[in-house]
């Protein structure tokens, strides 16, 4: 059964700690992606990766950075944690080479810094 | 840019009546069109898919067809069930934008289904 597996499924973190959200995929995916979901405002993407070392900026990556080291392991990092990046935040990864590729999604991390 | 434009829920609906949910889309290029349900607690999943006009998607009863000339994928049920309660979400992607394989999402539309 294809997983992606996100550590944590609650956070509660301190304004200004800094805070690792990692994620794993056992499919051999290539694309990997991180998105922020919040009520109104539906899912919007923070940053995506195509391969090892790789790394783009999607719609809203203020604030964020991302490691991919390794092809199974993408991590989303607040580099000092604020109010306004409380949130539910999910990841997902699919297969490169077509169009209609589906994604496939973790249970999500929800994140409250306080 | 690309985007989503979805019917604003909550939708509430008795059980066995028939479901539509409203999807518009703009694209740059020729996007695929997705359908994705969230039920309570859990990740995203895929519903249905559709890759070029015409196409027709379909699982679990739903079913969505991709209107190039109408920019829209409007999904669909005949009966629903309680079980169907969930946020539903239309999405594309479009491999000629600079975010080629990533999912642009709609607002999501929730659905409860009464018995």
């Known amino acids: 059964d294809v997983k992606v597996t996100q550590s944590s499924r609650y956070l509660v973190k301190r304004t200004g700690e800094k805070v690792f959200l990692e994620c794993v995929q056992d499919?051999?995916?290539?694309?990997m992606f991180w998105y922020r979901q919040d009520p109104g405002l539906g899912l919007r993407l923070i940053y995506f990766s195509y391969d090892v070392k790789m790394k783009e900026k999607g719609d809203i990556p203020e604030g964020y950075s991302v490691s991919r080291e390794k092809k199974e392991r993408f991590s989303l990092i607040l580099e000092s944690a604020s109010t306004n990046q409380t949130s539910m935040y999910l990841c997902?990864?699919?297969?490169?080479?077509?169009?209609?590729?589906?994604?496939?999604f973790g249970q999500g991390t929800r994140l409250t810094v306080v | 840019g690309n985007s989503v434009t979805q019917m604003e829920g909550p939708v509430t609906l008795s059980e066995e009546a028939f479901l539509t949910i409203n999807c518009t889309y703009t694209a740059t290029g020729y996007p695929s069109l997705f359908w994705y349900v969230q039920y309570p607690g859990e990740g995203l999943q895929l519903l249905l898919k559709?890759?070029?006009?015409?196409d027709k998607g379909s699982n679990k009863g739903f079913e969505a067809t991709y209107r190039k000339e109408t920019t829209s994928f409007h999904l669909e049920k005949g009966s629903v069930q309680v079980s169907d309660s969930a946020v539903y979400f239309c999405?594309?992607?479009?491999?000629?934008?600079?975010?080629?394989?990533?999912?642009?999402f709609g607002k999501g539309t929730s659905l409860l289904v009464t018995p």
């Open positions: 559709a890759t070029k006009a015409d």
């Open positions: 997902a990864s699919s297969l490169s080479g077509q169009p209609n590729t589906e994604a496939f």
């Open positions: 499919m051999d995916h290539e694309n």
């Open positions: 999405a594309l992607s479009d491999l000629e934008s600079n975010s080629g394989y990533a999912l642009n």
